[in-house]
């Protein structure tokens, strides 16, 4: 799932994971801001998971060009956000999500 040890930050260890998602031809980039050397490997581990998924749905629907992922670590949160410049969808086909 992913490698690397606790200490190593956000990037080295999901970045491998994160670029096998990315069928070939399909541009990818990730960045990580913020103290992540101090995330637990559990978390790291959850993370992950709803990253992956995130990924694949911008990989399967979206029909773009590129992906890009974003987390931001501070003391209190961490945020990830996933985009693609795929066609999106109307807002009525989400409501009630």
């Known amino acids: 799932m992913m490698g690397g040890e606790a200490a190593e930050g956000l990037e080295a260890a999901l970045s491998e994971p994160l670029s096998d998602l ?3 031809g399909m541009t990818h980039e990730l960045s990580v801001a913020g103290e992540d050397e101090a ?4 978390v790291r581990k ?4 709803v ?3 995130a990924v694949r ?3 399967s629907h979206s029909g773009a060009g ?3 992922v974003a ?3 501070d003391e209190e949160r961490i945020v990830g956000v996933v985009e693609d410049e795929g066609r999106g969808c109307e807002p009525a086909t989400v409501e009630g999500w």
């Open 22 to 24: 990315v069928p070939p």
């Open 39 to 42: 995330v637990a490997v559990e």
């Open 46 to 49: 959850q993370l992950f998971l």
């Open 51 to 53: 990253l992956r998924e």
């Open 57 to 59: 749905k911008a990989v």
């Open 66 to 68: 590129r992906v890009s």
């Open 71 to 73: 987390i931001e670590v």
